[in-house]
């Protein structure tokens, strides 16, 4: 019996010294070595190799593998077939940048419930001898890097090593080049963790494009999106309510009424204030819809969801409505965006004077171009207020703004740049605007901003805070700064903030947005009276300070 109990406890023994390793551990380690090698190793970032075949072999020789031992020959013997990595002494040399490296983590290296000290030290020798001429999978253009010589696949489901290999793509494009993922929600480590089962269980089209803009989403950017005509019809729907609409305090309210081609009457009317869609409240389809929808916060999550709130693949959608005081249910008929007919507004000026005294102009942001400054400016320069409404997109007037309107230069903005010459750090730079100007601008800037306003809107907005007369005056902003890298996964349009972007003592605007001096959102009366209450808050502002 003495004997059974000994081979027993050996046997136990063994098996606790094998350290078994699982699939998703597997599948996590070969993620972030490939991705580490793709862009470190001087070999396989020059594009000597065909990366994308070696890791489809990886997959496959990895199923045979349970242990933590054999793992790691197994990587060591990958890493040891790559080629020869020379001692690179400028590896060593300090760069003059200051260098900001909340997302620089080469910790995992050193995870010894994964790897062994010996993989450790090769790993560690090539990221202190890594590749520092022209990178195969990166270039540097500007101020930002960009994807390249990435084969395409398609964006059909067609095997779970592909979907494999377009999870570790981006999961690596965001660990090396996203420069807010220290921000993000989840530990983006954690992110790899819980995506792994999730593309092992794509088996069709829909779910390979849902599981993709799931894995987008967690980057919580607003910049961010992925473009699925899959997504768009079996999630939203393909057909529409006929209907324009703004939103406040968790409801739409109807703002105008379109034609369709079989010129059938709505059941709606302009200023109905609709509360529910099939059952369910405004914000609770925003709620569903976000998983789907990457976004800075709470308020780009709805901005970013509002234009899909009255899409269907059914021929009618049935709503709630509050109308002169009554509660209405109505069943309204939907359309394919073909059948919709959109009369043309009348074009806006770009500039006004907004009172009868000529005392108060008018700018709007999205459709003042750089050659139109100079006229604007000697328009309305003899203004004792200036209303700057960029609840828009502006058209790269920053600079140019900034010699009419500023004083002298000012630092109004700090950068982080990607180092292309060492993955997944970046360096930071303050940018000044402005130049000195005894003649500026001595009246008030006025700047309207919401959650539409993003991006160099959110710049420009930083821009006009130099002035010393500036108020900020509505809602956040929409907290999504810095550049944009544009690039496909599973062949499909996407994208993220490029730079890192931030005031000039470094704090974050990502996420957060610009907070305004004066906070003023819509309301549904003031909605349903046709009413710009934010504008309306900003002549009020002014009048008290003549």
Not at 57 to 69: P, Y
Not at 113 to 138: A, P, T
Not at 322 to 347: P, S, V
Not at 515 to 544: F, H, N
């Amino acid at each position: 019996m003495r004997k059974y109990s000994l081979f027993f406890l050996l046997l136990l023994s063994l098996n606790f010294s094998a350290q078994l390793i699982t699939e998703t551990q597997k599948l996590e380690s070969l993620c972030r070595i490939w991705g580490f090698l793709k862009y470190y190793h001087p070999q396989v970032a020059k594009g000597n190799l065909n990366w994308d075949k070696q890791l489809f072999q990886k997959i496959d020789e990895l199923e045979s593998i349970n242990e933590k031992e054999a793992l790691n020959n197994f990587y060591a013997d990958w890493i040891g077939s790559l080629g020869e990595v020379a001692p690179c002494k400028e590896c060593s040399v300090k760069e003059n940048k200051v260098y900001f490296l909340k997302n620089f983590d080469l910790s995992w290296m050193d995870n010894r419930q994964i790897f062994s000290r010996d993989l450790s030290q090769k790993l560690h020798y090539i990221e202190n001898n890594r590749n520092l001429g022209d990178n195969h999978y990166f270039g540097t253009g500007g101020r930002k890097i960009y994807f390249r010589n990435e084969k395409s696949y398609g964006s059909k489901f067609t095997s779970k090593t592909i979907s494999l290999l377009e999870l570790f793509r981006y999961w690596n494009y965001v660990e090396y080049f996203f420069p807010y993922k220290y921000e993000t929600d989840q530990n983006w480590n954690d992110v790899l963790t819980e995506m792994i089962p999730k593309f092992l269980m794509i088996d069709s089209d829909e779910n390979y494009h849902l599981t993709l803009a799931e894995l987008v989403t967690k980057t919580d950017d607003s910049h961010a999106y992925l473009s699925s005509k899959e997504i768009q019809i079996h999630q939203y729907g393909n057909r529409r309510m006929p209907v324009d609409y703004s939103y406040a305090e968790g409801k739409l309210v109807i703002t105008k009424i379109n034609a369709t081609r079989s010129r059938d009457k709505s059941p709606l009317h302009v200023g109905d204030v609709i509360y529910d869609i099939e059952g369910k409240t405004i914000p609770q389809i925003v709620n569903s819809f976000g998983k789907y929808i990457p976004a800075s916060n709470s308020w780009g999550k709805f901005y970013k969801s509002k234009s899909k709130l009255l899409f269907s693949n059914s021929d009618s959608i049935s709503v709630k409505v509050e109308r002169e005081g009554q509660n209405l249910e109505i069943k309204t008929k939907t359309y394919f965006a073909k059948d919709i007919i959109h009369e043309k507004n009348k074009a806006p000026k770009k500039w006004k004077f907004i009172d009868k005294e000529k005392k108060t102009g008018y700018v709007n942001m999205e459709i003042t171009e750089k050659e139109d400054l100079d006229e604007m400016y000697s328009s309305l320069q003899s203004s004792t207020s200036i209303i700057f409404d960029l609840r828009n997109y502006p058209k790269q007037t920053i600079i140019p703004l900034s010699y009419l309107l500023l004083p002298e230069p000012f630092v109004y903005y700090q950068f982080t740049f990607p180092d292309p010459y060492y993955p997944g750090k970046f360096y930071s730079r303050k940018n000044v605007i402005g130049r000195k100007n005894p003649e500026y601008y001595k009246g008030n800037v006025i700047v309207l901003v919401d959650e539409s306003t993003q991006s160099q809107a959110e710049t420009t907005t930083m821009m006009f805070k130099q002035h010393p007369n500036a108020t900020i005056i509505g809602s956040n902003t929409s907290g999504a700064n810095g550049d944009v890298i544009m690039f496909k996964i599973a062949d499909l349009d996407t994208r993220f903030s490029g730079l890192g972007a931030y005031y000039p003592d470094g704090r974050e605007t990502q996420r957060i947005g610009i907070t305004p001096d004066i906070l003023v959102k819509p309301t549904v009366e003031g909605l349903k009276k046709g009413k710009d209450e934010v504008l309306e808050r900003a002549l009020e502002y002014i009048k008290s300070t003549d």
